[in-house]
């Protein structure tokens, strides 16, 4: 079996959950990564990781097939059908959201139906716990087939007989058009999970159907072609939020390459505090002001009960600080990408740039209506004075990078911003702050970036001090606000990745300087986002409209996307969905919106203020 075969295409997946874990659903009928209780848990299906060992439950026509996806409606509940010879069958893949804490919904339900002719279905179970490394019992029960662990149990509940051999479980099915069969896998804790299959379908769709971003389609600041490219974005974020915590995964995915082949495979399914800004920026703009605060809520928590010195680049879904990175040296990895790994050693890096997210995050809360409450203010003042204490050491910066510590121009930056963000929270909200002394650091930072972080000799901000590469993350610096979007630099600086870090016009790669790994990587979607974002605001608004419809290109058919994408193939690369991908969508649009003329519901974006004109550098 050739590669192609035993692992499609990172796009074709489309993704499930419930809002405590996720399941990735092949264009096969298989679920090939299923991490359960929680999203950070070990997994009970890989086989997207290794296609032997892994695991699997597959339910698929047993002739051959063409077959394609859909999302019913605005909601998270797939549709992938199936179109035979002899018929045309379609396997809907759901699991019912939790609620609450001790909800019980921990079931992964899977309909099949025939819409026409005949079809018959192959049914293939393999579990394998603990990223396969338990080999489960497997054996009849009264109710179906019972795969136990050390601590794992699934219970498979199926219409027809089925049959145990090797660790598998298979079994066939004839369905006649207007027919349909549930199968059932319940998990650990669902013994008492609803046992009428078409009302959990119902409940679920109204469940998304209710939490999806709506609009009059004429004022809508999202309004365009790529209006319901938005939605789905907006309900792949609201499927990584944890409902217990609020706090949002990066992907619900480890260890899928950014590098076919290669060693750059992470574990994304933490929270990355660097998000905090734009992540709330996205979720307020949407409507979706509940999960931006129970977000809001999560991250001012961990900040509270750690020191700022304390405070880590990424936790847990549940606030967990300890993610050691460990390698699972007997999975293969997708398409042989090793190390996997599982965990992440990002826990243990210094990242300045941290700081600032948070305090963006805290602005776009407080420009949005939210109060501060006085505990919450004393510790938002302790991050920024520790920010005045750190802003002139070195740092892993925003990438991680694994070949030292350097003088990142964007942590600078970001620090920056902290003192800014702080002054302005202070003095709105009249707490108390020694804004002299924060004003004498910001003019600090200010003064040597201009002097350090900016090169001649290159025309643009530079990547670290001493350097001559470049970094997409320069253009973000007109967006949190040091310097406007009209300042020969800055525009030198979009000229120069323009021409250095981009390829076909959309595809930005992050940077081009060493990063202490082997092996390339594709372009970062977010990245085309900000130069997306960058073009909006300095007035070339029809060619910035031009390349975020050509990015959207690349979004799946069901609409998602992952971290990257190789600019040559298309294919997409790295973990996926990937929140951060969405997120940029979700702002690209919300910036185009805001220069078509579009208001948004609230305060401008970030890095505008109200009644300031768009810069028009082609004029």
């Known amino acids: 079996m050739t590669d192609s075969e035993a692992y499609p295409p990172i796009e074709s997946y489309g993704v499930v959950g419930n809002l405590e874990t996720c ?32 695991g699997r439950f597959r339910v698929a026509p047993t002739d051959a097939f063409e077959s394609e996806r859909r999302y019913v409606g605005d909601t998270n509940v797939l549709e992938t059908t199936f179109r035979t010879e002899g018929g045309t069958a379609t396997v809907t893949d759901f699991m019912p959201p939790a609620g609450r804490v001790d909800d019980p919904k921990k079931v992964l339900y899977r309909k099949a139906a025939c819409a026409e002719g005949r079809v018959e279905l192959g049914v293939d179970l393999e579990p394998q716990f603990d990223y396969g490394r338990t080999e489960p019992t497997i054996e009849p029960v009264e109710d179906g087939i019972l795969a136990a662990g050390a601590e794992e149990r699934t219970l498979l509940e ?49 469940f998304w159907t209710d939490r999806a971003h709506t609009c009059g389609a004429d004022d809508c600041t999202f309004a365009g072609p790529w209006h319901d490219e938005i939605v789905r974005s907006e309900l792949v974020l609201k499927l990584l939020t944890h409902a217990e915590s609020g706090a949002i995964a990066a992907a619900p995915t480890a260890s899928l390459p950014e590098d076919v082949g290669g060693v750059r495979n992470w574990d994304y399914r933490f929270n990355w505090l660097r998000d905090a800004g734009f992540t709330v920026q996205a979720l307020l703009n949407l409507g979706t002001t509940d999960e931006a605060n129970d977000y809001f809520d999560w991250f001012m ?141 910001r003019a600090e930072i ?110 799946n058919p069901v609409g998602l996307v992952a971290e990257e994408i190789d600019p040559e193939s298309g294919a997409h690369l790295g973990n996926f969905p990937q929140a951060f991908s969405h997120i940029g969508i979700v702002n690209s649009a919300l910036y185009l919106g805001y220069v078509r003329g579009y208001e948004t519901p609230g305060p401008a974006p970030m890095g505008i203020r109200l009644g300031d004109p768009i810069v028009d550098l082609e004029e």
């Not at 209780?37 to 290794?50: G, K, V």
Request: charged fraction near 30%; hydrophobic fraction near 40%.
């Open 23 to 54: 399941a990735l659903v092949g264009p096969d009928g298989s679920i090939d990564w299923f991490p359960f209780p929680h999203l950070e848990s070990p997994t009970i299906f890989a086989a997207i990781l290794d296609h032997d060992r892994g």
């Open 158 to 206: 199926a219409p027809i007989d089925l049959a145990i051999e090797d660790g598998r479980v298979t079994g066939d099915l004839t369905l006649e058009a207007g027919e349909d069969a549930w199968f059932l896998l319940r998990c650990t804790g669902a013994e008492d999970a609803s046992t009428d299959p078409e009302a959990a379908l119902e409940e679920t769709i109204r």
């Open 301 to 441: 928590d961990l900040c509270q009960a750690d020191e700022p010195a304390a405070i880590q680049p990424l936790y847990g879904l549940h606030g967990e600080s300890d993610l050691e990175e460990r390698e699972l040296d007997h999975l293969e990895g997708y398409r042989g990408s090793r190390p996997v790994r599982i965990g992440n050693g990002a826990v243990e890096q210094r990242q300045h740039d941290v700081y600032g997210e948070l305090l963006l995050a805290v602005d776009e809360m407080c420009r949005h209506g939210r109060t501060l409450a006085d505990d919450e203010w004393v510790r938002i003042r302790d991050i920024v004075e520790y920010v005045r204490g750190i802003w002139t050491e070195p740092d892993a910066g925003i990438w991680e990078v694994r070949g030292g510590d350097r003088h990142f121009v964007h942590s600078k930056v970001l620090c920056w911003a902290a003192l800014d963000r702080g002054i302005a929270i202070a003095t709105d909200g009249d707490f108390d702050a020694p804004l002299d002394a924060w004003r004498e650091t």
């Open 446 to 555: 200010r003064t040597e970036v201009l002097e350090r972080g900016y090169d001649e000799d290159v025309g643009a901000f530079v990547q670290s001090y001493g350097a001559d590469a470049l970094d997409a993350t320069a253009l973000l610096f007109p967006i949190v606000g040091f310097l406007p979007f009209d300042d020969d630099r800055i525009q030198g600086t979009i000229e120069a990745i323009e021409a250095e870090l981009v390829e076909d016009d959309v595809f930005v790669s992050r940077y081009d300087g060493d990063d202490g790994l082997p092996g390339e990587e594709g372009a970062f979607v977010l990245c085309s986002c900000w130069l997306i974002d960058a073009l909006a605001l300095s007035g070339r608004i029809e060619e910035a409209t031009a390349r975020f419809e050509t990015l959207l290109e690349y979004v």
